[in-house]
């Protein structure tokens, strides 16, 4: 800073300071910096606070969690013995009563707990509609079909699911760096509950299909992809509670019993409902299962509450200890800061006394003649260079060496890192020609150093980028001084590729751009890494076609569109007749091969903004969107036929399948979601197997309504 400048900022309170003695001024010093001192403790203080209150929220919140888990335990046993006692289980009748007063305590128990307490009040709003439909089915479940009785149960318990989801986020149960605390709260507060009402559908519906005693194709493959989703949900439990495990060496034994026991528990699930389900033997009464499905569920809840609830808890009783402990350190912080402050500025008030004290004695031995005398300061100070002006000119003359070998040594270190640094590196002038680039710019450009001295980066240039970019891109570094971002070049051999590239100003003293350095490195397997990752992710691996997760996403935005007041879309549910036959007969290479060209044919028949996608075995889906009216979703799926009916030629055999479709279709502005349009395509489906396969069937409120032209019937 310039003298002017100081004598303009600090001129004022110098000359009132110069007014003071010596023992005013620090006495103002430690003023001023006690009153900082105090303005700091408060923030900390409230800060502890706010962390402390934070914690006993979060404690609170489990609380009400736990309650929130025990309401979604009694209204799955109800919806479990109401669905089974509805089919035919009048045995269960005596249970439900008593689950039904269960269900109807928990109600008014966590409705009176919310009312109770106003920090809870943005809660209630999403609980009202919980509570208002677990009501209903109280009163009014067991009139209604087993069906209906068993989907409005699995609505509520996904709302209040969902509700409790929102808890741990109003609470702040969920959002934490820590990796033990994240993973052992998602696994207790997310995969658990999620793990129990899986076991709960399937309870349900299994012990619904077993009290009807007869086959059902619908309930069927609902017990199927509910048996899916219990294994996912399974791996992520197993996946969270392993690293849990990792983190916390000493819960290891206790998760690792818990995971044999629960999923001891799950395998003696699938192995009823193979026996009973699966293989059609009818051996076991609903009420058997049903108690062996929720002494499953029991075991999950005895786990939560022993194991991981009482961990979640721990982990919060010791967040709340530590925010105290904190609130006292900062009392003690700010205590000894004081007494420290206090201490240091006696010290330095008595230093510099005595330092004068020794000028004012030394000035009156000069004043005496006594030159050959000299000034010896103890103290290491501004007030000792006065009286050593000559060795301070010394001293400075040696500090100017020891900076000049400091700062060689820095611009060889930085030679050093130019030359063997791994990224490539380009240092241009204010114009932008190049006035040096490494070894590593020459490995992944092509160019050598004299190919490209004198010449602007632009002979890099890829074409790729327009010129708005490279526009936007001179703009910032202007204006901030630096710019990073991807952008594609050109090899001297002609091909591009994609590099990360970081480019920064160099400026002088007076603040203008004096030149440019460019680092950049390529990233073309991270791009390939990335593209496989993506294909692997939203691709069936067996036909390149759409799955399940691509699907569910393009349907929901066709939903999206369609709420607006979009074009009319359908969804067409396909299962080839006779697949399984060829893959018993020829193998599942065969198999393979016919699904890859079928797949081929199916996308090569529609249009290009339609999707194909298949969801596994010789199940497919197609997306058919913009459609004027449903007679343009029957041509395409006629062609779908027509595609799927003809031979295919492998390794010297013909072989032959057909298709049964079932189409569901949305109309503009529809209330519907994705799983129920794609329940009404594949009942739809059934119906056209069962009218006669190589046909189609449109789905129509409950019923399906059965389509085939004379060349499509079966």
């Known amino acids: 800073m310039s003298t002017g400048l100081a004598e303009r900022v600090f001129g004022p309170i110098s000359r009132l300071l110069d007014r003071l003695p010596y023992a005013s001024k620090f006495g103002a010093i430690f003023a001023v910096l006690l009153i900082g001192n105090a303005i700091l403790f408060v923030q900390l203080y409230g800060h502890s606070t706010r962390e402390l209150r934070s914690a006993e929220r979060q404690l609170e919140g489990l609380d009400l969690f736990d309650q929130g888990l025990e309401l979604v335990l009694a209204a799955q046993v109800h919806r479990g013995l109401s669905t089974g006692y509805i089919s035919g289980e009048v045995d269960m009748g005596e249970r439900m009563t008593h689950a039904r007063a269960v269900l109807a ?28 439909e677990l009501d209903m089915l109280v009163e009014h479940g067991l009139h209604m079909s087993s069906a209906d009785n068993f989907h409005f149960h699995t609505r509520a318990i996904g709302l209040a699911l969902s ?7 109003v609470a702040g149960l969920y959002n934490h760096a820590d990796p033990l605390r994240q993973n052992l709260q998602s696994a207790s507060l997310r995969t ?49 509670l392993e690293k849990v495990a990792r983190h916390s060496p000493e819960l290891a034994g206790a998760v690792a019993s818990a995971l044999g026991e629960l999923f001891e528990a799950t ?59 904190a609130q006292a350190g900062h009392l003690l912080i700010a205590g000894g800061i004081i007494l420290l402050a206090a201490y240091l500025f006696g010290g330095i008030y008595h230093s510099i006394r005595r330092s004068v004290a020794e000028l004012v004695d030394g000035a009156h031995r000069f004043g005496e003649g006594r030159l050959d005398g000299t000034v010896m300061l103890s103290a290491n100070d501004e007030l000792r260079q006065v009286a050593e002006r000559m060795n301070a000119m010394a001293r400075e003359l040696s500090a100017d060496i020891t900076a000049l070998e400091q700062a060689r040594a820095q611009l060889e270190l930085a030679a050093s890192v130019f030359s063997h640094a791994r990224e490539g590196i380009a240092i241009t002038d204010a114009d932008g020609t190049i006035l040096d680039v490494n070894e590593a710019f020459t490995r992944i450009t092509g160019y050598a150093r004299e190919e490209v001295v004198g010449h602007t980066p632009r002979l890099l240039k890829s074409g790729h980028q327009d010129d708005d970019f490279y526009t936007r891109m001179w703009r910032e570094l202007q204006s901030v001084g630096h ?16 590099e990360m590239l970081t480019i920064a100003a160099v400026r002088d003293d007076d603040e203008r751009i004096t030149g440019y350095v460019s680092l950049f490195t390529d990233i073309t397997r991270q791009k390939a890494d990335e593209l496989r990752l993506r294909q692997m992710a939203h691709f069936d691996p067996l036909t390149g076609l759409a799955n399940r997760i691509l699907l569910i996403d393009r349907l929901e935005q066709a939903l999206a569109r369609n709420r607006r007041g979009g074009a009319l879309f359908a969804v067409a549910y396909i299962d080839l007749d006779g697949f399984k036959a060829i893959n018993d007969l020829h193998g599942h290479h065969m198999g393979d091969h016919l699904l890859i060209t079928l797949a081929r044919r199916m996308k090569a028949c529609l249009r290009a903004h339609d999707t194909v996608a298949r969801l596994g075995g010789d199940e497919f889906v ?10 343009l979703a029957k041509t395409l799926v006629e062609r779908l036929l027509e595609q799927l009916q003809q031979p295919v030629e492998i390794d010297g055999l013909r072989l032959q399948v057909s298709g049964s479709i079932g189409i569901a279709v949305n109309n503009p502005g529809a209330d519907v979601d994705a799983d129920r349009l794609l329940r009404h395509a594949d009942h739809a489906m059934y119906q056209a197997k069962s009218s006669g396969k190589n046909r189609f069937c449109v789905f129509a409120g409950m019923q399906a309504e059965a389509e085939a032209t004379p060349d499509h019937a079966g």
Not at 622 to 631: A, F, I, K, Q, R
């Open 267 to 325: 395998e003696r699930i699938r192995a009823a409902i193979n026996d009973e389900v699966i293989a059609g033997r009818f051996g076991l009464g609903a009420s058997e299962y049903f108690d062996l499905n929720t002494a499953a569920i029991a075991l999950a809840l005895s786990h939560y509450h022993e194991l991981l609830e009482p961990a979640v808890r721990d982990q919060l009783n010791t967040h709340v200890a530590g925010s105290r402990s």
């Open 483 to 498: 710019w990073s971002g991807e952008i594609w070049n050109r090899h001297k051999s002609g091909k591009t590729y994609p």
């Open 105 to 132: 305590e928990r109600l008014t128990l966590l409705d009176r707990r919310l009312k109770a307490n106003a920090a809870w009040a943005s809660l209630y709003d999403g609980w009202k509609p919980i509570r208002t």
């Open 622 to 631: 197609v997306l058919l969107t913009e459609l004027h009216d449903l007679e």
């Open 192 to 240: 658990v509950p999620a793990l129990i009402e899986a076991m709960g559908q399937l309870r349900g519906l299994v012990t619904g299909y077993l009290a009807q005693a007869r086959a059902n194709p619908a309930v069927e493959r609902s017990i199927l992809l509910k048996l899916g989703e219990l294994r996912l949900i399974e791996g992520e439990l197993n996946s969270r």
């Open 163 to 169: 509700w409790m989801m929102d808890l741990t986020d």
